[in-house]
């Protein structure tokens, strides 16, 4: 999932100072899975908002709406019908959400609530941590399913880099080494030998640098 955190209050009432009918929309996908925009954040921002906006004496219309994915159109089209009665959407959804919504709707200011983060997996609650990169050429077979371009610390195709403590990693002894789960792995599966292989730097073409990246699937 994609993750996300929400904006200092300060910052969000700062962008939308200037209006005065607000929708605060959430996406009750990733973002709600990582507790930062489904519909319950949404629901709390907006109430917070207008505590704030009331204690300050302002007239202003805060309503609040959730999506069941703000990424995706046949779900973003369904604002048609309210969204004139704003003039400026607030967005807890992912960056993707966010620009989706103005792009169907242009003539509508978006803003965004939260600050995307990273691909990951929810671990604990209240605890995530990223997983991939999105690199667009998944080597995980390799690596017994672990990957070392999101979790070593010095992303090393060809590791471990020998540094090592206890299964820890030397940069951050909070972290574990990557290299070192990979190697337990692939034991464990007696696949070491995939480890002879080396490894070529990362073809970085296939995530970036083309703008931005597309599939298209003439079956769907
Ligand atoms: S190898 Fe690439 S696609 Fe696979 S998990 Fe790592 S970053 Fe993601
Ligand atoms: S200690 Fe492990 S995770 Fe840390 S940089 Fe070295 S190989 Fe990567």
């Not at 995939?194 to 003439?218: A, F, T």
Request: charged letters at 25%; a negative charge.
């Amino acid at each position: 999932m994609i993750t996300g955190e929400q904006k200092p209050i300060d910052e969000i009432r700062e962008m939308i100072s200037p209006y005065k009918r607000i929708l605060v929309l959430g996406c009750a996908s990733c973002v709600a899975e990582c507790a930062a925009g489904g519909e319950k954040e949404a629901a709390m921002l907006a109430s917070t908002l207008r505590i704030a906006a009331k204690m300050r004496k302002e007239n202003v219309l805060i309503k609040e709406k959730t999506l069941d994915r703000q990424c995706v159109r046949d779900f973003i089209i369904s604002l048609d019908d309210i969204i004139g009665k704003y003039d400026v959407v607030l967005s807890l959804g992912c960056g993707a959400g966010v620009q989706a919504v103005a792009e169907i709707f242009p003539e509508v200011p978006i803003i965004p609530a939260l600050n995307t983060g990273f691909l990951g997996e929810t671990k604990d609650q209240g605890y995530w941590v990223e997983s991939c990169l999105g690199c667009g050429d998944c080597m995980l077979y390799h690596f017994g399913g672990i990957c070392p371009l999101a979790r070593c610390s010095k992303q090393l195709l060809n590791g471990p880099c020998g540094g090592s403590m206890d299964g820890r990693c030397e940069i951050d002894p909070d972290v574990e080494c990557a290299w070192h789960l990979i190697v337990d792995r692939l034991t464990k599966f007696g696949a070491l030998d995939r480890l002879e292989n080396i490894y070529p730097p990362k073809d970085w073409s296939r995530k970036q640098g083309k703008g931005p990246r597309k599939i298209v699937r003439e079956d769907q």
